[in-house]
């Protein structure tokens, strides 16, 4: 599966839209996270702990697009896009949504 967020892929010619799929995943942050990124943001540095959360999350976004694109018959995606927002009482749930255009493209 070609994936891109460019509106084309150079070199190949889109044979057919298939529409628009989105992958979503809503991640939730537990205590131990949340007590290591306060110390994190206390001490100064990078959460490596959020990092990795948000690393899990956009992979599983990008993956349940992908599936859902394959399901309509596409062999490329494009026009990708990815948001990223907090939810939740305390902001404790990251949501994460990929989203574009599934084609079929010819191969050589």
Do not use: C
């Not at 990124?37 to 993956?63: C, D, H, M, W």
């Amino acid at each position: 599966m070609l994936v891109t967020t460019t509106p084309n892929i150079e070199g190949k010619k889109i044979t057919e839209y298939k529409g628009i799929v989105f992958g979503e995943v809503i991640s939730g942050v537990d205590f131990i996270k949340d007590f290591t990124a306060g110390l994190t943001n206390f001490f100064g540095g990078r959460s490596g702990s959020y990092e990795q959360e948000l690393i899990e999350a956009r992979v599983a976004a990008l993956k349940e697009m992908e599936r859902r694109a394959e399901s309509l018959g596409a062999n490329a995606i494009v026009g990708v896009d990815i948001d990223y927002e907090v939810l939740g009482q305390g902001g404790n749930m990251l949501m994460v949504t990929a989203s574009g255009t599934a084609v079929r493209v010819e191969m050589d």
